[in-house]
């Protein structure tokens, strides 16, 4: 038996003792230089079946515009370093207690398509190991069901012109002498951008012709090309180009638009050398590399591990605990990034992002004031803190907490205290178009959020990791190593001030063993001390037990609709 099925056996027994019941516009680029590749047509969409009458065609006098801007791999502190995202603090609504249901690209941004958890979609890692697992990247989205569910299909039946321009999902892949993968559903402009783009340079992108996936190559300058030439080709440049295009044809357009803008800043590159001599492992563009106020808003000298919280901290305290109270397999072993690395990969983030700020100030300026403009990531990072390495993939704030902004019309401004998940985005941008929610979604809009900070709906989410080294061959791996591979299974319930992560902490297949870390952050910002066994905290974790053992009996998957017991689950 797999990690991810024995992770939801082990709080069966407390749901009962709980007594908790079981819940169950624009158009494709024709720029490409490439043929167009025969692939097969979009598919038939359930969504209008199991929703009743298909929603009525929409108007700009109706619907909104709606722009999300989804950053790769950006962690909160970089939130200091970029102008626009301050902007938006000021202008629009914030969510400081904004999670998403794993810190893994493939797996968060499947449940942000869908707003369904990664046990409802059954994308539980970046990988599919070529296809032979059947548990992650584009095969099991694909599989699954998952383009069918996606929001945007049903915002493009609504009569919504939808756009989707950069990196779209791990393994949606193409590399020259191969077929193309299949057109996605529901998109009415997809430019994605192929994964040879994390090194800055030298990628394909598609677009869609006829209902033919074409490819257009982007060479990378000669080393010998200037700065500026160079800068234009970046990858961050041509999905930022795209997406202009997009934006200018819908605001001239009288039909409302979806527009997702997904960059690769600041993830890392994934190949050991970079495209470019000295190039750096955030590669950022030539403009941003040198200059103490290349990173930004805050000069690059003042970039420490200080902006880091918990480094250095001693990781022998954060062990897990088994349930009889002993320590149980500590499994943050290796060795700790060392503090010139961790500053200098900090400041070459901050470096990358700045591309990112310039991006979102030129899409802020051009949309008009019918336009929502949302922005976000698809999971954190660390970088050496708690003693740990450099990636992602655990449930501590570093690699959990994403940025959530709102700018809009009737926004009204300020800090919310709703504690969301990127499963509420999807409900949310069916609400924004008029539509109801999909039954089979988990999440809850956050539209009367906008407009009422004090609203408080939620005041928890829930968390799902299976352990990498079920499928391997990760991108990041070249440069994480087993960061990633060593992070058991874990299903974990986070509150405004608190953590409860129940880990398997057996490797083997068809063994399981809990261990628990219990985390309260009302006196430090990070996960200073595994306080599970603390009587003091008893009351607190005997709740968290208690959502954990409610969130395990919701076991709804694919379109099935979700009971009201399970959206309770996070009140």
């Known amino acids: 038996m797999h990690h991810f099925t024995r992770a939801w056996a082990g709080v069966c027994l407390l749901a009962l003792m709980a007594g908790v019941a079981a819940c169950g516009g624009p158009s494709g680029s024709t720029s490409g230089s490439t043929p167009p590749h025969d692939v097969r047509p979009p598919r038939t969409t359930s969504s209008a079946s199991a929703l009743g009458d298909s929603a009525p065609a929409a108007t700009r006098d109706q619907q909104p515009n709606i722009v999300v801007v989804m950053l790769d791999d950006f962690s909160m502190d970089l939130v200091q370093t970029m102008r626009s995202l301050q902007r938006m603090r000021r202008t629009g609504a914030s969510y400081p207690h904004s999670f998403v249901t794993d810190s893994l690209c493939c797996v968060s941004r499947s449940s942000f398509f869908t707003g369904q958890y990664p046990h409802q979609t059954g994308v539980r890692t970046n990988t599919s190991n070529k296809g032979t697992s059947g548990l992650g990247g584009w095969p099991a989205y694909d599989t699954n069901g998952n383009p069918e569910r996606a929001f945007n299909v049903r915002l493009q039946q609504a009569g919504y012109t939808t756009g989707f321009v950069g990196k779209f999902l791990n393994e949606y892949e193409w590399v020259p002498g191969r077929a193309l993968p299949p057109v996605v559903p529901g998109w009415t402009t997809f430019n994605a951008v192929f994964g040879s783009a994390y090194d800055g340079w030298d990628f394909a992108s598609t677009s869609v012709v006829d209902q033919r996936l074409q490819v257009q190559q982007h060479p990378a300058p000669p080393a010998s090309a200037s700065d500026a030439a160079k800068d234009k080709a970046y990858a961050g440049a041509v999905i930022g180009d795209k997406a202009m295009n997009f934006l200018s044809a819908g605001e001239a357009s009288d039909a409302p638009y979806f527009l997702e803008v997904a960059l690769y800043a600041p993830h890392n590159r994934t190949q050991p050398e970079g495209h470019y001599p000295g190039d750096p492992l955030f590669p950022p563009m030539f403009r941003d590399r040198t200059g103490d106020r290349s990173c930004g808003r805050v000069a690059c000298r003042k970039l420490t591990v200080d902006d880091l919280p918990g480094f250095g901290d001693a990781r022998r305290d954060n062990r897990p605990r088994l349930a009889n109270g002993r320590p149980g397999r500590a499994w943050n072993t290796v060795r700790t990034l060392p503090a010139p690395v961790a500053v200098r990969d900090l400041r070459d983030r901050a470096r990358m992002a700045q591309s990112a700020d310039r991006l979102l100030a030129r899409i802020l300026r051009s949309v008009g004031p019918h336009t929502y403009v949302v922005l976000t990531s698809d ?157 003091k905290r008893r009351a607190d974790v005997d709740l968290l037990m208690a959502k954990l053992a409610a969130f395990d009996a919701c076991r709804e998957s694919g379109d099935q609709p ?8 996070r009140q």
């Open 562 to 569: 979700v009971s009201d017991a399970c959206r309770a689950v």
């Open 379 to 535: 999971n954190g990072f660390h970088l050496g803190q708690l003693g740990m390495g450099r990636g992602k993939g655990t449930p501590y704030d570093t690699d959990v907490r994403v940025p959530l902004l709102v700018t809009g019309p009737g926004v009204v401004p300020g800090s919310r205290r709703e504690v969301t998940s990127n499963i509420d985005l999807a409900p949310t941008f069916e609400e924004l178009a008029g539509l109801p929610a999909a039954p089979y979604r988990s999440g809850l809009s956050l539209v009367p959020t906008l407009a009422d900070p004090k609203a408080v709906r939620q005041s928890y989410a829930f968390l799902e990791h299976t352990q990498q080294t079920l499928t391997g061959g990760d991108p990041d791996a070249a440069f994480t190593g087993a960061e990633l591979d060593r992070i058991p299974s874990y299903v974990a319930v986070r509150g405004r001030t608190s953590l409860l992560a129940r880990f398997d902490l057996d490797p083997r297949p068809d063994q399981v063993q809990w261990g628990y870390e219990y985390y309260h952050y009302k006196r430090n910002r990070f996960e200073k001390k595994n306080n599970v066994a603390n009587p």
